[in-house]
């Protein structure tokens, strides 16, 4: 509870200080400080965008022109008062941007910038060509927003009601990104696939990212509107969009204040070299432009897209307190139904048969090893069986459904989660924050619903949930240390973690001892065999036989791609063809 | 008939361009958005050339070749390639040095266009490598998106650097090849023609070149996976080196071919190298082919389009990338495979 | 709410005190908004070279200029034109160069008081007269005067149909639509209306549809060297008639490019390019040979345009109204930036680059419809055409 207080008391303090200086900081500063406001907004977007999910924009520029567009036309031409030009234009935006990212989000990444700069191209040029919008010369006489009998016709009244949105849209923002959703972004931008494991719909989240980021542009298009009651094309050009990418760099892609830092720096950094620079070179030029490119290389080469962002990891939120229980368990589904079963599945790459008519169930409370040569199909296996590969033959059934036809972040729901061969953890997050993604499909709280601070209780749920799982794999000390801090072998504990907090009925364990210390390991069969006894099954890819036959109920052996055996560790301790592929008996 | 001839040249520029992005993405991954910079240099150096002055473009690229003798020398002392990275920092800053001094003091501008052409591609095409090294070498391993951002900053300076070099007007240079030809109605100018062949022959050297060279094979390898070509012995760096050189070289013979039709600015060189991305995208930034042509269409969209509808010309070009998006959003479904 | 913003004028005004001792020092503050970046550089460096000639004192009073560039873009010169008139509390405002930019400026500078003279086009710069646009005044002729005498001219050629090639941006546009007018009320037929831009590589396209309409004239509309671009393409597409440019192609670059390209251009423009041409009886050469002299001895033979002429025009202007202001208030003042538009609108007969300049409270344009003249290009040269 406290945290939170603390965090509001902030809030409160910022918002004062940002009240107290539009009444006395000088006329000039509140001009810089409006326009600054107005690009934190768009650069925000950008910051969830780019910082937190990966993907980016060269399009908001058009966004904000179309917030703009919409309020100067509805309340010149209309005379409809600018409230309702406000809903108009985050209405339209809307539209536009679930289009463009239906269209786009689905592609690799790099075709959604590329799809963003011809689209925002192409607006340019229609904004400036149709009469009603004042073609290329622009609209002037825009009214002012009036609220409750207040006029905001001067740029110091324009500078408050700029702010309340700045500061409102940050705070929104904070809340997602340190929310269920703010772990998918990051997730998500750090492994797709990984994300997709644990139940994130990969191309909603983006998609509700996308449109996000887009409304607040509008927002700030709107603002610009009435604050200069003057609109015409060139603010909304590929330029614009390219120096509102460059503040969110500058900030540091990845914490909300880094929007305002980096706009703020940006503007004052204009302002400072228009009177500098011909001094220093004595002739005019675009000296802004090669400085800006310059800085914006020189920090992409020094911390990637981090900018100066590494400046706010000195402050770091605080988790929610854990409450007194965790999450409600997940029901269990009973019948006799193997929790997995293969049947026939086969994979080629090219003219490589991966795996090869492989056949065999996992039964519940049931620890199965898979095992074999390197390169024998085993990791292939599991990317088939958690959908990240489709099969070319075969079926996959888990408890009596077919899940081989279903979409990645559909399997989680049956039960199913895992861990990976090479470990992927968000590295800066802490260890709690990567074992509470783990919970993502359990729970249910929306990006909007965080970002308005509705439904917090779940949080609170899913730490204990997520410290109970931690201290399950013996890492409590570390809890809140980032995970890339932690040795490899811990790393792989984290993973497990993390799927244990996904509530599997099925675990699926890609190589889960590599890395750990003799002690570690007796500890890791320990919980898995607590794990059996309560039910949930192991299915594991393990290349420490000792380990492996300690623990394991049956081993499927493959090689080749086939299954060359199946039974219990005795049997295929005796089993030729298995001493065979492992030249000679090494199996002892 | 005029529209399609049009429509052809400027679509032929752009399906060089095209293969050039394809080419450099594929190999590093880079959105290579500066590469109409490239074109807008040649283009703008033949110009001050024909003129009779020595381009400000010689002092950029020996400004560009002592940061990358600097880098080199920075991270190279350190490693064991200590031999190496000398050699190579002698030439960045060797080779500029010497072509800019003999240029203003010994040479001049030519007179002679040949030389003039020359003297132009002695100066961009290194232009390539270097930048490789200065802006992307360093952080070859960051992903697509931070390397896009850096194109996207590099295009800036360059851009920049442009207006100090060539300055806000334009420039046009007399066409290489005089003659015109009247077939039947239509005038085909001997310009046009030779843009036409010239594209062609690029295109087809580096078709061929890639199929049968050792290093176009290297150069492949690298593209399908970089740690494999590693192994077998190609550095990223040098096949990012030979990448941008060879980007250079067709924006620069692009911009020179295309610099005596229509007029070039500083500014140009970003809606061009657009129209070649939209070229690539139709080749879903992997297939030459499937890019050049790509590319051939854009120059028909474009001049159909100014001819019906002038003033929505830009607006409709840049639109229709959305059925290709759309198709491809069906065809190509991400894998999630990107890091 | 309303009590804040109260008190917070309250506060102002009290910082406004403060500051006012140190800003008002015996000297006269212009601040000046080009373009000397982005798209409209064209027009706005050789407008920072004509600045960079004004003279130091005015009235016996030393004279600041501080000259900033909004790289083409409203929004900078918005905020540009604030920083002005709030920290640096200049007297006079000049600029922008572009008309998107003016107009955005435009209200700032009325709402703080402070006379603007505008160096670009549009009408709505200064029509229609209201609080805001006292304050208001450009030194550029409206497009629709260019454009009814230039629908004269072709008329007096014989042309009944006109085709027109223009640039797709806001210079463009308003003489595509004054010109629009000015041919509807000749009865001069528009057969053919077409759009390029700046970065096109070709307008084969635009071309082949203007002259397929068979225009017994053409006029093409562009700013700078991008002018060269259709009339070497129509000319290359065989079409001989008579070619029209706008004064935005008169610089020295245009003939450079164009080459023969574009010889035989007619031009409706100020008298500037052509000083030494002019008949003397035309009340514009003195100033005009003046500053065309001072501006070529410095940046080269022949580099005069229309466009620097703009800005030495809005100084000419300055330096007639100030002495008149000065005798009434001390600058850094309201009242003196009061009395300096009073005088500026009072102006009568100030003698210009584009000839005898009266301005009153209905109008506001530092530029003489008698000024107008026609010039041709010939030999690469722009050649003055007698009427």
């Given at each position: 509870?406290?945290?939170?207080?603390?965090?509001?008391?902030?809030?409160?303090?910022?918002?004062?200080?940002?009240?107290?200086?539009?009444?006395?900081?000088?006329?000039?500063?509140?001009?810089?400080l409006?326009?600054?406001?107005l690009?934190?907004?768009?650069?925000?977007?950008?910051?969830?965008?780019t910082?937190?999910?990966?993907?980016t924009?060269f399009?908001?520029?058009?966004?904000v022109?179309?917030?703009?567009?919409?309020?100067?036309?509805?309340?010149t031409?209309?005379?409809?008062?600018?409230?309702?030009?406000?809903?108009a234009?985050?209405?339209?935006?809307?539209?536009?941007?679930?289009?463009?990212?239906?269209?786009?989000?689905?592609?690799?990444?790099?075709?959604?910038?590329?799809?963003?700069?011809?689209?925002?191209?192409?607006?340019?040029?229609?904004?400036?060509?149709?009469?009603?919008?004042?073609g290329?010369?622009?609209?002037?006489?825009?009214?002012?927003?009036?609220?409750?009998?207040?006029?905001f016709?001067?740029?110091?009244?324009?500078?408050?009601?700029?702010?309340?949105?700045?500061?409102?849209?940050?705070?929104?923002?904070?809340n997602?990104?340190?929310?269920?959703?703010?772990?998918?972004m990051?997730?998500?931008?750090?492994?797709?696939?990984?994300?997709?494991?644990?139940?994130?719909?990969?191309?909603?989240?983006?998609?509700?990212?996308?449109?996000?980021?887009?409304?607040?542009?509008?927002?700030?298009?709107?603002?610009?509107?009435?604050l200069?009651?003057?609109?015409?094309?060139?603010?909304?050009?590929?330029?614009?969009?390219?120096?509102?990418?460059?503040?969110?760099v500058?900030?540091?892609?990845?914490?909300?204040?880094?929007?305002?830092?980096?706009?703020?720096?940006?503007?004052?950094?204009?302002?400072?070299?228009?009177?500098?620079?011909?001094?220093?070179?004595?002739?005019?030029?675009?000296?802004?432009i090669?400085?800006?490119?310059?800085?914006?290389?020189?920090?992409?080469?020094?911390?990637?897209?981090?900018?100066?962002g590494?400046?706010?990891?000195?402050?770091?939120?605080?988790?929610?307190?854990p409450?007194?229980?965790?999450?409600?368990a997940?029901?269990?589904?009973?019948?006799?139904?193997?929790?997995?079963?293969?049947?026939?599945?086969?994979?080629?790459?090219?003219?490589?048969?991966?795996?090869?008519?492989?056949?065999?169930?996992?039964?519940?409370?049931?620890?199965?090893?898979?095992?074999?040569?390197?390169?024998?199909?085993?990791?292939?296996?599991?990317?088939?069986?958690?959908?990240?590969?489709?099969?070319?033959?075969?079926?996959?059934?888990?408890?009596?459904?077919?899940?081989d036809?279903?979409?990645?972040?559909?399997?989680?729901?049956?039960?199913?989660?895992?861990?990976?061969?090479?470990?992927?953890?968000?590295?800066?997050?802490?260890?709690?924050?990567?074992?509470?993604?783990?919970?993502y499909?359990?729970?249910?709280?929306?990006?909007?619903?965080?970002?308005?601070?509705?439904?917090?209780?779940?949080?609170?749920?899913?730490?204990t949930?997520?410290?109970?799982q931690?201290?399950?794999?013996?890492l409590?000390?570390?809890?809140?240390e980032?995970?890339?801090?932690?040795?490899?072998g811990?790393?792989?504990?984290?993973?497990?973690?993390?799927?244990?907090?996904?509530?599997?009925?099925?675990?699926?364990?890609?190589?889960?001892?590599?890395?750990?210390?003799?002690?570690?390991k007796?500890?890791?069969a320990?919980?898995?065999?607590?794990?059996?006894?309560?039910g949930?099954?192991v299915?594991?890819?393990?290349?420490?036989?000792?380990?492996?036959?300690?623990v394991?109920?049956?081993?499927?052996?493959?090689?080749?791609?086939?299954?060359?055996?199946?039974?219990s560790?005795?049997?295929?301790?005796?089993?030729?063809?298995v001493l065979?592929?492992?030249?000679?008996?090494?199996?002892? | 008939?005029?529209?399609?001839?049009?429509?052809?040249?400027?679509?032929?520029?752009?399906?060089?361009l095209?293969?050039?992005?394809?080419?450099?993405?594929?190999?590093?991954?880079?959105?290579?958005?500066?590469?109409?910079?490239?074109?807008t240099?040649?283009?703008?150096?033949?110009?001050?050339?024909?003129?009779?002055?020595v381009?400000?473009?010689?002092?950029?690229?020996?400004?560009?070749?002592?940061?990358?003798?600097?880098?080199?020398?920075?991270?190279?002392?350190?490693?064991?390639?200590?031999?190496?990275?000398?050699?190579?920092?002698?030439?960045?800053?060797?080779?500029?040095?010497?072509?800019?001094?003999?240029?203003?003091?010994h040479?001049?501008?030519?007179?002679?266009?040949a030389?003039?052409?020359?003297?132009?591609l002695?100066?961009?095409?290194?232009?390539?490598?270097?930048?490789?090294?200065?802006?992307?070498?360093?952080?070859?391993?960051?992903?697509?998106?931070?390397?896009?951002?850096?194109?996207?900053?590099?295009?800036?300076?360059?851009?920049?650097?442009?207006?100090?070099?060539?300055?806000?007007?334009?420039?046009?240079?007399?066409?290489?090849?005089?003659?015109?030809?009247?077939v039947?109605?239509?005038?085909?100018?001997?310009?046009?023609?030779?843009?036409?062949?010239?594209?062609?022959?690029?295109?087809?050297?580096?078709?061929?070149?890639?199929?049968?060279?050792?290093?176009g094979?290297?150069?492949?390898?690298?593209?399908v996976?970089?740690?494999?070509?590693?192994?077998?012995?190609?550095?990223?760096?040098?096949?990012?080196?030979?990448?941008?050189?060879?980007?250079?070289?067709?924006?620069?013979?692009?911009?020179?071919?295309?610099?005596?039709?229509?007029?070039i600015?500083?500014?140009?060189?970003?809606?061009?190298?657009?129209?070649?991305?939209?070229?690539?995208?139709?080749?879903a930034?992997?297939?030459?082919?499937l890019?050049?042509?790509?590319?051939?269409?854009?120059?028909?969209?474009e001049?159909?389009?100014?001819?019906?509808?002038?003033?929505?010309?830009?607006?409709?070009?840049f639109?229709?990338?959305?059925?290709?998006?759309?198709?491809?959003?069906?065809?190509?479904?991400?894998?999630?495979?990107?890091? | 709410?309303?009590?804040?913003?109260r008190?917070?004028?309250?506060?102002?005004?009290?910082?406004?005190?403060?500051?006012?001792?140190?800003?008002?020092?015996?000297?006269?503050?212009?601040?000046?908004?080009?373009?000397?970046?982005?798209?409209?550089?064209?027009l706005?460096?050789p407008?920072?070279?004509?600045?960079?000639?004004?003279p130091?004192?005015?009235?016996?009073?030393?004279?600041?200029y501080?000259?900033?560039?909004?790289?083409?873009?409203?929004?900078?010169?918005?905020?540009?034109?604030?920083?002005?008139?709030?920290?640096?509390?200049?007297?006079?405002?000049?600029?922008?160069?572009?008309?998107?930019?003016?107009?955005?400026?435009?209200?700032?500078?009325?709402?703080?008081?402070?006379?603007?003279?505008?160096?670009?086009?549009?009408?709505s710069?200064?029509?229609?007269?209201?609080?805001?646009?006292?304050?208001?005044?450009?030194?550029?002729?409206?497009?629709?005067?260019?454009?009814?005498?230039?629908?004269?001219?072709?008329?007096?050629?014989?042309?009944?149909?006109?085709?027109?090639?223009?640039?797709?941006?806001?210079?463009?546009?308003?003489?595509?639509?004054?010109?629009d007018?000015?041919?509807k009320?000749?009865?001069l037929?528009?057969?053919?209306?077409?759009?390029?831009?700046?970065?096109?590589?070709?307008?084969?396209?635009?071309?082949?549809?203007v002259?397929?309409?068979?225009p017994?004239?053409?006029?093409?509309?562009?700013?700078?060297?991008?002018?060269?671009?259709?009339?070497?393409?129509?000319?290359?597409?065989?079409?001989?008639?008579?070619?029209?440019?706008?004064?935005?192609?008169?610089?020295?670059?245009?003939?450079?490019v164009?080459?023969?390209?574009?010889?035989?251009?007619i031009i409706?423009t100020?008298?500037?390019?052509v000083?030494?041409?002019?008949?003397?009886?035309?009340?514009?050469k003195?100033?005009?040979?003046?500053?065309?002299?001072?501006?070529?001895?410095?940046y080269?033979?022949?580099?005069?345009?229309?466009?620097?002429?703009?800005?030495?025009?809005?100084?000419?202007?300055?330096?007639?109204?100030?002495?008149?202001a000065?005798?009434?208030?001390?600058?850094?003042?309201?009242?003196?930036?009061?009395?300096?538009?009073?005088a500026?609108?009072?102006?009568?007969?100030?003698?210009?680059?584009?000839?005898?300049?009266?301005?009153?409270?209905?109008?506001?344009?530092?530029?003489?419809?008698?000024?107008?003249?026609?010039?041709?290009?010939?030999?690469?040269?722009?050649?003055?055409?007698?009427?």
């Amino acid at each position: 509870m406290s945290a939170s207080l603390v965090r509001a008391a902030g809030w409160f303090a910022v918002a004062v200080v940002f009240a107290v200086g539009g009444f006395v900081l000088p006329e000039f500063y509140v001009t810089l400080l409006n326009y600054i406001g107005l690009y934190s907004l768009v650069a925000l977007g950008l910051v969830l965008l780019t910082g937190a999910s990966g993907i980016t924009s060269f399009g908001q520029a058009a966004f904000v022109g179309i917030g703009a567009y919409t309020t100067a036309v509805l309340s010149t031409h209309a005379g409809l008062s600018p409230w309702l030009g406000l809903a108009a234009g985050l209405g339209i935006t809307l539209i536009v941007s679930v289009i463009l990212g239906l269209l786009t989000l689905r592609l690799s990444g790099h075709y959604l910038p590329l799809g963003t700069i011809c689209w925002s191209v192409s607006l340019y040029y229609i904004f400036g060509n149709i009469q009603a919008f004042g073609g290329q010369t622009g609209m002037m006489g825009i009214p002012p927003i009036e609220l409750f009998g207040l006029t905001f016709d001067t740029g110091r009244r324009m500078y408050f009601l700029i702010w309340i949105f700045t500061l409102a849209a940050l705070l929104v923002s904070d809340n997602v990104l340190h929310s269920r959703a703010g772990r998918a972004m990051r997730a998500l931008k750090n492994n797709a696939q990984t994300a997709e494991n644990f139940g994130v719909n990969g191309g909603a989240m983006r998609l509700w990212v996308f449109v996000y980021a887009a409304l607040l542009a509008g927002l700030s298009g709107w603002l610009y509107a009435h604050l200069l009651r003057f609109v015409n094309p060139s603010p909304f050009g590929i330029a614009m969009s390219i120096e509102y990418l460059f503040m969110a760099v500058v900030g540091g892609a990845g914490h909300v204040w880094g929007a305002v830092l980096g706009s703020a720096v940006i503007t004052i950094l204009r302002e400072f070299l228009q009177d500098a620079m011909p001094g220093i070179l004595g002739r005019t030029g675009n000296f802004e432009i090669i400085f800006f490119g310059a800085l914006i290389i020189l920090l992409l080469q020094i911390n990637r897209d981090r900018g100066f962002g590494a400046l706010f990891d000195l402050y770091k939120r605080r988790p929610p307190s854990p409450s007194d229980h965790g999450l409600p368990a997940v029901a269990r589904r009973s019948g006799d139904q193997p929790l997995l079963s293969v049947r026939g599945v086969s994979r080629r790459f090219g003219g490589l048969v991966a795996v090869d008519n492989v056949s065999f169930d996992v039964a519940r409370g049931r620890i199965v090893a898979l095992i074999g040569p390197n390169g024998a199909g085993k990791s292939t296996l599991f990317n088939l069986v958690t959908g990240l590969l489709a099969l070319d033959a075969g079926e996959v059934w888990s408890n009596g459904s077919r899940i081989d036809r279903l979409r990645p972040h559909q399997i989680v729901g049956r039960g199913l989660a895992r861990s990976y061969q090479h470990v992927v953890l968000v590295q800066s997050a802490s260890v709690l924050e990567n074992v509470m993604f783990g919970a993502y499909h359990r729970t249910r709280r929306g990006p909007l619903a965080a970002g308005l601070g509705i439904g917090g209780e779940e949080e609170h749920l899913t730490v204990t949930e997520a410290e109970r799982q931690i201290r399950r794999v013996g890492l409590e000390k570390w809890m809140n240390e980032p995970a890339g801090n932690l040795a490899l072998g811990q790393q792989r504990l984290v993973e497990i973690a993390r799927a244990l907090c996904a509530g599997p009925e099925l675990l699926l364990l890609d190589e889960p001892a590599a890395g750990l210390r003799h002690a570690e390991k007796a500890e890791l069969a320990t919980l898995l065999r607590e794990l059996r006894a309560s039910g949930t099954s192991v299915l594991l890819v393990e290349h420490d036989m000792r380990f492996v036959m300690g623990v394991a109920d049956e081993i499927v052996v493959l090689n080749f791609g086939c299954k060359l055996a199946h039974g219990s560790p005795t049997e295929i301790r005796r089993d030729p063809r298995v001493l065979e592929a492992y030249l000679g008996g090494s199996v002892k | 008939m005029l529209l399609t001839q049009d429509g052809l040249v400027n679509g032929a520029i752009y399906a060089l361009l095209a293969l050039a992005l394809i080419l450099v993405f594929t190999v590093t991954r880079i959105i290579f958005v500066p590469q109409g910079e490239f074109v807008t240099y040649g283009a703008l150096t033949l110009a001050l050339l024909q003129q009779g002055i020595v381009p400000a473009t010689v002092l950029l690229l020996l400004a560009a070749g002592v940061m990358a003798a600097a880098l080199e020398l920075w991270s190279g002392l350190r490693s064991p390639h200590r031999r190496r990275s000398v050699t190579l920092a002698m030439l960045y800053t060797g080779y500029p040095a010497l072509l800019s001094y003999s240029l203003y003091y010994h040479i001049g501008a030519p007179a002679n266009v040949a030389a003039q052409v020359l003297v132009t591609l002695a100066i961009i095409v290194p232009l390539g490598p270097i930048l490789y090294r200065v802006v992307f070498q360093p952080m070859a391993n960051a992903s697509v998106l931070v390397l896009l951002i850096a194109a996207v900053a590099l295009h800036l300076v360059l851009m920049g650097g442009g207006l100090l070099a060539f300055g806000p007007e334009g420039g046009r240079t007399s066409p290489l090849i005089q003659a015109n030809f009247d077939v039947g109605v239509m005038t085909v100018t001997g310009q046009s023609l030779a843009t036409l062949a010239a594209s062609m022959l690029l295109i087809a050297v580096l078709f061929l070149a890639f199929r049968h060279t050792l290093r176009g094979k290297a150069l492949r390898a690298t593209a399908v996976n970089s740690v494999g070509a590693r192994l077998v012995g190609v550095s990223p760096e040098t096949a990012g080196a030979i990448c941008f050189t060879l980007a250079a070289l067709v924006g620069a013979v692009s911009g020179i071919l295309i610099s005596s039709i229509t007029t070039i600015y500083f500014d140009t060189g970003l809606l061009i190298a657009l129209k070649g991305f939209i070229g690539a995208i139709m080749g879903a930034l992997g297939s030459y082919p499937l890019g050049a042509l790509g590319a051939l269409v854009v120059g028909q969209i474009e001049a159909f389009s100014s001819f019906w509808w002038s003033a929505f010309k830009e607006a409709i070009l840049f639109a229709s990338i959305l059925p290709i998006l759309l198709w491809l959003s069906i065809t190509h479904p991400a894998t999630g495979d990107e890091e | 709410m309303r009590r804040l913003f109260r008190t917070l004028g309250i506060v102002t005004a009290f910082l406004g005190l403060a500051a006012a001792p140190l800003a008002a020092q015996a000297q006269i503050k212009i601040g000046i908004v080009i373009s000397m970046t982005g798209p409209a550089a064209t027009l706005g460096l050789p407008q920072k070279n004509a600045i960079a000639l004004m003279p130091k004192t005015m009235g016996g009073k030393t004279v600041e200029y501080i000259t900033l560039d909004d790289a083409s873009d409203p929004t900078n010169a918005r905020r540009l034109v604030e920083r002005l008139v709030t920290e640096d509390k200049v007297d006079l405002l000049m600029g922008p160069t572009i008309s998107p930019s003016a107009l955005a400026v435009i209200e700032v500078a009325g709402r703080s008081k402070t006379p603007i003279i505008t160096f670009a086009a549009a009408r709505s710069i200064i029509l229609p007269m209201d609080d805001i646009r006292r304050w208001t005044y450009k030194t550029t002729i409206n497009d629709d005067v260019f454009a009814a005498a230039t629908v004269e001219h072709m008329k007096g050629k014989g042309a009944k149909s006109v085709g027109v090639i223009g640039f797709n941006d806001a210079y463009g546009e308003s003489w595509a639509s004054a010109f629009d007018a000015a041919a509807k009320a000749a009865g001069l037929n528009i057969v053919a209306a077409e759009k390029y831009n700046k970065n096109d590589t070709s307008v084969t396209a635009q071309v082949l549809k203007v002259v397929a309409a068979r225009p017994d004239a053409v006029l093409v509309i562009g700013a700078g060297t991008p002018g060269v671009l259709p009339q070497a393409t129509l000319r290359q597409r065989g079409y001989t008639g008579p070619i029209y440019q706008t004064t935005g192609v008169t610089t020295n670059d245009f003939l450079r490019v164009g080459g023969k390209d574009v010889e035989g251009a007619i031009i409706a423009t100020g008298p500037l390019i052509v000083a030494h041409q002019l008949p003397d009886s035309n009340p514009a050469k003195k100033a005009a040979v003046e500053f065309a002299d001072a501006y070529n001895k410095q940046y080269g033979e022949g580099s005069i345009s229309a466009f620097p002429g703009f800005a030495w025009d809005g100084m000419l202007l300055a330096q007639a109204a100030i002495p008149m202001a000065l005798q009434k208030a001390q600058p850094g003042t309201p009242q003196f930036r009061q009395a300096l538009n009073d005088a500026l609108e009072n102006g009568k007969n100030v003698v210009t680059t584009s000839g005898l300049v009266s301005m009153s409270p209905e109008s506001h344009v530092g530029f003489t419809p008698e000024s107008l003249i026609f010039i041709q290009v010939k030999d690469n040269r722009w050649t003055y055409l007698p009427k």
